[in-house]
């Protein structure tokens, strides 16, 4: 990455003290050398690392930090903001929502669930708008310039979909049966994540998140791949673990496409009862992904 998550003031935990990471309150339990066990507010323990939670601390900051320059930037830029506010009619998402085919959902519309998100990304240097995806029961968001650059595909984008059990929201990228029938952002998504320290933002936000990596087409992998502190492990693989997510995606075959999702997905019932809310967790992940992005889309 290349905004600097390690500038924020000396930082030291304390057992008996109560912190903040991705899945909610916690308490230091013990500490001893590098390892600590933490305790969440439902009895939860789990053993994990100083130096791995004193980055997520670190992290944290800076993006609340890179939060309130957003706003203030939203704000000087307002005039790109449409006077009527995206989402105004979305309440929620509803049972009849939940299903695979698109006939009549209105959820995906901008004045729905697909313009909330997309007002309440307004708060960045791009600008997000929504699109409801052609035969899918899903919403697509983009910068609005590079979806208008757009011929036959996205160099990448964020996206929502609901089926008859759950709904799935995060990063989406695809790569074409060959790299010349169409623009794609895969050589820059390849390139970006060869960096080390990209591939280890992207590994630590996927453990905080709780997200999947899956190729919907299984033609890269079949594996769902899920994050660890230290590597990458793959669900149905003899391969125990795995060092280079970028090393594994870089293997795929040449000859077959592919649709990389990198997503959290919630039940169907947790979700509608998120109501409006949903909206922020959606706006929430797109904010945090924003580097992995703008490296696929090669704007640096």
Known sequence: MTEDVERAEPFEFVVGENYVNEKGPFEVMSIKRDKMVIQWEDGTERETTVEMQLRIQSR???EKEMREKSAQLAAQKAHRISKAKGG???KGLQSDDFKDKISRTRWRGRDMLGGDVAHRTQATPLHFQSWAARNKNAIQWADAVLWKKKRKALPAWFFGGADKTSFTFGFRIERP???GDSPSGWTAFLNWLKNQENEQWLREIALEEG???YDTRNSCFSDVIT???KSWSLSDSAEAAVDSLGALIERCPEAKPVDLVISKRIPKKDAIARKKDISDEIA????RLMPLYKGAADMG
């Open 60 to 62: 944290r900051r800076h």
């Open 88 to 90: 105004a009619s979305f």
């Open 227 to 229: 994050a660890g502190e």
């Open 284 to 287: 929430k992940l797109i904010s």
């Open 177 to 179: 049966a060959a790299e």
């Open 211 to 213: 997200l999947e990596i």
